[in-house]
């Protein structure tokens, strides 16, 4: 979701000779997230060509993911409020600057 837009920005937002290290570092675990909702996707397709017509419950796949995701998401969290902060500070400027030249 954030990814691709920071790699293809025209001008780009961090500069590119730090970019790759500012990725590394906000969404290092992105992969093992992706992994992780690809898992959930699986077995609800697994649930509904055995189910179907009727789906009795998706419960134990929802309540499977909850328990396996807490690690990668709270490595992802604790990370990804640095770059939360980065973008408000950012934001914050690009709008004093605006207001300064006006």
């Known amino acids: 979701m954030y990814v691709q837009p920071l790699r293809s920005a025209e001008p780009s937002i961090i500069p590119r ?36 017509p009727v789906i009795n ?9 909850a328990l396996n995701w807490r690690d990668e998401y709270m490595e992802y969290i604790t990370n990804s409020s640095v770059f939360y902060l980065f973008w408000f500070c950012s934001n914050a400027l690009a709008i004093q600057t605006q207001t300064a030249l006006t």
């Open 57 to 65: 419950s998706v419960t134990a796949a929802i309540f499977d993911a």
């Open 17 to 52: 000779d730090r970019l790759l290290a500012f990725i590394t570092d906000i969404f290092h675990n992105f992969g093992a997230i992706h992994l992780q909702h690809r898992k959930l996707l699986d077995r609800l397709h697994a649930i509904q060509r055995e189910e179907h």
